[in-house]
């Protein structure tokens, strides 16, 4: 890389601390909302986790998979969701843009609108849900690293595991996002292409009916992030390729999700006229 | 006042079936997105369904056979939007607090509470008919339960609609707590989890510990969903409306005081 | 090449801004109809509008709400992609070079800030400052010129939403310029301004056209802002430009006319309201093109007022042939009220 396009990413990480440390300072204004909510969605956020555990409690295994062995693919999909949601809060409530047409002095400023969109908020209060995965994840390793299901290289693999996990969870945020511009409300979207399919893979899998599978591995390739290496790594089938494959669809769906933002940028319709 | 004299001292029903009836209109000029809505209920149907059918053994649990536990979790989600997303009344509650047209609503010749749970009623009669109608055509392919005996028909209705009466007072509760703190949300989260997980409204309470699931059952969450649906799948005999009909009068006179001390406070301090 | 579209400010060409909205379906299941009929209406927001602008020109840009002032403004600074047509803002496209032509322009929209709500207004500047890669000694001259100017010392410290409305206009404004841009796209900067704020807003923005040569565009429903600032006024309505001249030709264009109030000692005879006079006001309808109207005759203060059309009869010639008619104690000249004209120009196209 040139001299010149390093001294510009350097550039920019700069002002995005600059402008992250600015919105950080604005929301500390309010702290007590701030550690109250992200108290109550550590705690209540692990609903689904506790469904889990309960049944898994009473039968065991679901498709063979034991409760630690849920929890890495629960933890990986959670975190991954929640710095998603951290870095990318604007992005994840772009319609509220849209709907008051603040995304015109977005576009007036000369540097890529997500990157300013990005750079308006760090959301800590979504770190709930890196704290509760964080947790199920250490409960979850000790066991099988104990048991020797799983070794040391194995945690590196599911730390990167976790990075691709984040990178194509912000991809489908993106994508979906930028269906606003044509669309303008996509809170029902996110529903199905967010919501839905995170609840998914929470689970292994192979419980699931074919098209539902095929959708998560190949059209919202959330399973991909988690499943694909997690089950390898406990030796449950699958290649090296599967270490690899999170990488490539993480690379593939971002640079597909850019794609659509600009193409909806395009199609912006401002309000007002 | 004795719950029999309140009941009595509402005046004439007729207002609040009127009230009830607009709440119901008044959503169906959104039915596009509530379509769509079924449909996100319905994916979350065939996740929920894949996950019980994979994790309970081939003989079943409890009295539940593997085609029941699928018949309990379709019904169940038809009727979510009925008993567990009482939004409107939780915020329209909260924002009356908050914008100070409590004080005037307080003022007018019509019980507070009742006005409020009327008109969510009716959009929970709604969200039970235009909205998990749809679910349970999408869901039907996965089996949808139905029973025979046009008796259990009304007694499933019976429980349900006493269900809805106990979600919809649940809801208003949520709203009131507006009037002591700034932030609704956490008793919003406490009840909806309770009513989620307790209610039975994912899989059915046996399930749960045997503790938690002795709790569960006599709790008004029960009420919500795992009654209904245990009437409608013909597992338990009528009698189960019961513990609904206990639970809805107590859960009145809960609201009622609770209405009462939001209204004290308000004169007391003057809004 | 000298004569060519690089050397302007702004040039636009043609341009063209439709929008398809889809035909609402009301009654059962309104929603739902509306969502799967295909039925779309053709909203022409900005219509074939073509106009170019010279380096340091300030021009006042109005017409009535949904006119298409904001949808051109947004074209022009890269926000809406035109559906047809061409423009070029400092030589750049604003479509295709944005970001470059970010850094050459300055944006308000009166109605939105684009401050950090909860921060201190200093804060702001600083944080624009290193996104506009303004170094740090302009930046501090920037502080000290806009100190002077607008007063911002007195609210550096101050969060944003704790601004008086002029305040923060007044820091908008500054935002707006601390990357020093040449030219500078104002919608409706005074909007519920109080007077003297309006005053003072007006006056700066005449000192930044005169001394640092910025071109400026602006949008605003106050009149008085075209009068004070705008030599130049362009006006659209429906999509469509239909004036694009000086303010002093629009009082011509307009047509209204000029009203001359005449007192005398004594109240000349025949002179009845309504009634034309001058060189052609023989069989005459209006006070148009050298025939002048007499609109009231009032006995009790001895004076007329007479209706003229000020491109065709100077008002020298109109005082000597009323004074023709007897002694005149004194006169006064009324101009039509912009306001006038622009609601005559809008009416007549």
């Known amino acids: 890389m040139s001299q010149g396009g390093i001294k510009r990413i350097i550039g920019l990480i700069r002002l995005y601390g600059l402008l992250i440390s600015g919105a950080v300072r604005a929301k500390m204004q309010y702290k007590f909302d701030f550690i109250a909510s992200i108290l109550l969605e550590t705690v209540m956020g692990a609903y689904d986790y506790m469904v889990a555990v309960a049944a898994l409690w009473r039968f065991h295994t679901i498709a063979g998979w034991n409760i630690y062995e849920v929890g890495l693919l629960y933890s990986v999909s959670k975190i991954g969701w929640g710095l998603y949601r951290a870095f990318l809060e604007e992005v994840d409530r772009f319609e509220g843009y849209i709907i008051r047409g603040d995304f015109d002095a977005i576009l007036t400023r000369p540097y890529p609108s997500l990157f300013v969109l990005a750079s308006r908020n760090f959301a800590m209060e979504r770190l709930s849900f890196v704290i509760q995965g964080t947790a199920i994840l250490v409960i979850s390793l000790r066991n099988l690293l104990g048991l020797g299901v799983l070794d040391w290289s194995g945690v590196l693999h599911l730390g990167l595991a976790i990075l691709w996990t984040t990178l194509i969870t912000c991809a489908i945020g993106i994508a979906t996002s930028a269906a606003a511009f044509i669309i303008v409300r996509v809170e029902e979207l996110q529903v199905f292409t967010q919501n839905a399919p995170g609840t998914a893979t929470l689970y292994p899998l192979e419980i699931y009916p074919t098209w539902l599978r095929n959708m998560l591995l190949y059209f919202i390739p959330l399973g991909v992030g988690n499943y694909i290496p997690v089950r390898y790594l406990l030796g449950k089938g699958g290649s090296w390729l599967n270490l690899v494959a999170p990488a490539v669809t993480a690379a593939i769906s971002l640079a597909v999700a850019v794609r659509l933002w600009h193409l909806g940028e395009v199609r912006y319709h401002s309000t007002g006229s | ?271 | ?349």
């Open chain 2, 1 to 271: 006042m004795s719950f029999i004299g309140h009941v009595a001292s509402l005046g004439s029903l007729r207002k609040y079936r009127v009230l009830a009836i607009k709440g119901f209109i008044q959503n169906l000029q959104y039915s596009a997105s509530h379509l769509v809505n079924s449909v996100a209920s319905a994916i979350f149907g065939v996740l929920e369904v894949h996950f019980w059918l994979n994790v309970t053994p081939p003989q079943g649990f409890a009295d539940y056979a593997p085609i029941t536990i699928v018949h309990y979790l379709t019904f169940s989600q038809c009727i979510v939007w009925f008993t567990q997303f009482g939004i409107r009344v939780r915020n329209r509650v909260r924002d009356a607090v908050r914008s100070g047209n409590v004080a005037t609503e307080l003022m007018r010749p019509i019980d507070f509470y009742a006005y409020h749970v009327a008109t969510e009623y009716g959009s929970l009669l709604y969200g039970l008919t235009f909205r998990g109608i749809p679910v349970a055509l999408m869901l039907s392919k996965l089996g949808f339960y139905i029973p025979k005996n046009p008796a259990v028909w009304g007694w499933a209705l019976v429980a349900l609609l006493i269900g809805g009466y106990i979600a919809a007072a649940q809801w208003y509760m949520v709203g009131l707590t507006a009037f002591w703190t700034t932030e609704i949300r956490t008793a919003y989260w406490v009840i909806s989890s309770l009513s989620l997980g307790l209610g039975g409204a994912t899989f059915p309470l046996e399930v749960l510990p045997d503790w938690l699931y002795r709790i569960a059952r006599w709790s008004p969450f029960a009420c919500l969903n795992y009654n209904p649906a245990r009437i409608y799948l013909e597992l338990s005999c009528p009698k189960l409306v019961l513990p609904g009909l206990a639970w809805a009068a107590i859960v009145t006179v809960i609201a009622q005081t609770l209405t009462r001390a939001a209204r004290r406070k308000l004169e007391v301090q003057g809004g």
């Open chain 3, 1 to 349: 090449m000298t004569t060519g579209q690089e050397d302007l400010a702004v040039s636009a060409r043609n341009l063209c801004k439709a929008y398809f909205v889809p035909v609402k379906k009301s009654g059962f299941l309104g929603g739902l109809r509306t969502l799967l009929s295909q039925e779309k209406r053709r909203v022409d927001a900005v219509n074939d509008v073509s106009f170019n602008i010279r380096p340091g020109e300030f021009v006042g840009y109005i017409g009535p709400n949904g006119a298409g002032k904001s949808t051109t403004v947004k074209m022009l600074t890269g926000i809406l992609h035109p559906t047809s047509g061409e423009v070029l803002v400092d030589g750049l496209s604003p479509q295709k070079q944005r970001k470059e032509l970010a850094r050459r322009i300055g944006v308000v929209f009166g109605q939105r800030t684009q401050l950090w709500w909860d921060l201190p207004t200093i804060d702001s500047f600083d944080i624009l400052s290193a996104m506009y890669d303004v170094n740090a000694s302009d930046y501090r001259a920037f502080l000290k010129e806009f100190d002077d100017l607008l007063g911002l010392g007195e609210f550096l410290d101050t969060p944003v939403r704790r601004l008086s409305l002029g305040q923060r206009m007044r820091a908008e404004l500054a935002a707006a310029l601390i990357h020093r841009p040449s030219i500078l796209f104002l919608d409706e900067p005074t909007i519920g301004l109080d007077v003297v704020a309006k005053q003072r807003m007006r006056e700066f923005l005449t000192t930044v056209n005169a001394t640092r040569g910025v071109t400026v565009l602006l949008t605003t429903h106050d009149l008085k802002d075209i009068e004070e600032l705008c030599p130049r006024v362009m006006i659209v309505n429906h999509g469509s430009l239909i004036y694009d001249g000086t303010l002093e030709s629009l009082r011509n264009h307009a047509h209204l006319p000029t009203i001359l109030e005449v007192k005398y000692y004594k109240l000349p005879e025949g002179l009845s309201a309504g009634s034309f006079i001058g060189p052609r006001g023989e069989g005459a309808s209006a006070p148009l093109n050298g025939t002048w109207q007499i609109a009231s005759v009032d006995p009790d203060s001895r004076s007329v007022r007479v209706l003229f059309d000020r491109e065709h009869s100077p008002a020298p010639v109109v005082i000597s042939a009323m004074q023709a008619l007897g002694e005149i104690r004194d006169v006064s000249l009324e101009e039509p009220a912009i306001e006038d004209i622009i609601r005559r120009i809008l009416e007549v196209k």
